[in-house]
Structure formats: C-alpha cells, structure tokens
C-alpha cells in the first residue's frame, strides 16, 4: 500500500516521463526529484517521491497492480 499526500509542487516545472494505460497515473520529475501523480477531487496526490530508482518501483508496482485489477493486459 502506497502513502498518497496532495501534491505541492517544488519549483516551477514539471516533466511527465511516462503515462498509465488510461492516465490514472503519470510517472514525473521534479526538481531533480522523481514521483508518481494521480488525480483527487480538484488537485494531484503523489506518492514515491525521492530518487529514480525509488520512483520507477512504485510506478512500476501501482501499473502492474493497477492493470491486474482492470483485466487490461497491454
């Protein structure tokens, strides 16, 4: 299980570097910092922010779960 906090952004540009089959999740950069966004309410949460490596195991983890919960196989 994944810590989800609002997103606060930390400087001024944001870099999407990959996308979720169906944009529930976006893998981005930050600041020289890396994490995972989703969509809540109004704004962003994110999660796994920190280093690429720390980023890319959650991103990786939350698309695979999140596929096998939809059946989606691509």
Known sequence: MHRWDPHLPHCPRLRVVAVSCCDEYQLCSEGGQ?????????????TGRGV???AVQV????VTSHRHQSGNTS
């Open 59 to 62: 991103w990786n983890a939350l």
């Open 34 to 46: 890396y994490f995972v966004l989703r969509r809540a309410g109004d704004g962003y949460e994110e």
């Open 52 to 54: 690429h490596a720390k």
